[in-house]
């Protein structure tokens, strides 16, 4: 951290602590009684404030790069229409990809770190995901089976529950990008798709929609899920041709939002 930097962060807390002590006394939850700041300067007052600490402009922390979006307010209609995308919620990823672009990185393996607001822990795991950071799904793999006895009856629970395939997956995984989780644990036999897979993983490359099919199929663990999926993901298909193709119904159309909306409802 450069001292810039540290006389910010020093600022920021003093701030933090401020407002800490002031929203505590109004009874405010634990959890909303903090905060952090950011001071945002002309290029003439940086300047001289680092003239003043014997510091170069270029010391200073700048933001390179911003992304904004807007998207529906209804968790249904923003999820119906990521549909085909890679990303459950697409305006996110764009938000991301608008401030790499402004600062002219090309991806997440420019950036050092990323903090994420966790207003829900939902919310968190979304914007880790959209972010493109492979690997934040194996640490709670790792750290939910951290021994051969949790790990035999996870494996036993997979077998149950008709699983076990994407539970290979997953532990293969683990192996390959933890080693030392998965040192001296009694693995389940990887099969080829589970190679396959940890062979391929960490890209960030769109996955063709034959080889998406490809994984689910090969990952249901009886001929008769397989073909349970696919009559099921037939029947959506065929129901989602029918609305936009010859009813031209919109998903917001489809999930009745207009109507409630301009009823007044909330």
Not at 3 to 28: I, Q
Not at 189 to 200: D, E, F, L, T, V
Not at 245 to 254: A, C, F, K, N
Request: proline fraction near 7%; hydrophobic fraction near 40%.
């Amino acid at each position: 951290m450069t001292p810039a930097a540290r006389s910010f962060s020093s600022a920021a807390r003093e701030a933090s602590a401020s407002v800490t002590s002031k929203a505590t006394a109004s009874a405010a939850p634990p959890a909303a009684a903090i905060a952090a700041a950011i001071f945002l300067a002309s290029e003439k007052y940086a300047t001289e404030w680092a003239k003043r600490r014997g510091l170069k402009l270029a010391d200073i922390p700048r933001i390179l790069g911003w992304g904004h979006h807007t998207a529906p307010l209804e968790f249904d209609v923003k999820v119906a229409e990521s549909r085909d995308n890679q990303y459950v919620l697409p305006h996110t990823r764009q938000t991301i990809v608008d401030a790499f672009k402004r600062a002219g990185i090309s991806g997440i393996d420019k950036i050092s770190a990323i903090e994420t607001h966790d207003c829900f822990t939902t919310s968190e795991y979304m914007a880790i995901d959209h972010f493109a950071v492979p690997a934040i799904y194996l640490i709670d793999l790792a750290r939910l089976l951290p021994d051969t006895d949790h790990l035999q009856r996870a494996e036993a629970t997979a077998r149950r529950w008709h699983c076990h395939r994407p539970f290979t997956t997953a532990v293969a995984l683990g192996a390959a990008f933890l080693p030392r989780w998965a040192a001296g644990q009694p693995l389940p036999r990887p099969g080829p798709m589970a190679q396959r897979i940890s062979g391929a993983y960490g890209s960030t490359r769109p996955l063709p929609r034959a080889e998406q099919l490809l994984r689910k199929l090969t990952h249901l663990d009886t001929l008769s899920d397989a073909m349970r999926y696919a009559a099921v993901q037939a029947r959506r298909n065929l129901v989602e041709q029918f609305e936009r193709r010859v009813r031209r119904r919109s998903p917001r159309q489809r999930l009745d939002l207009q109507t409630r909306n301009q009823s007044g409802a909330p």
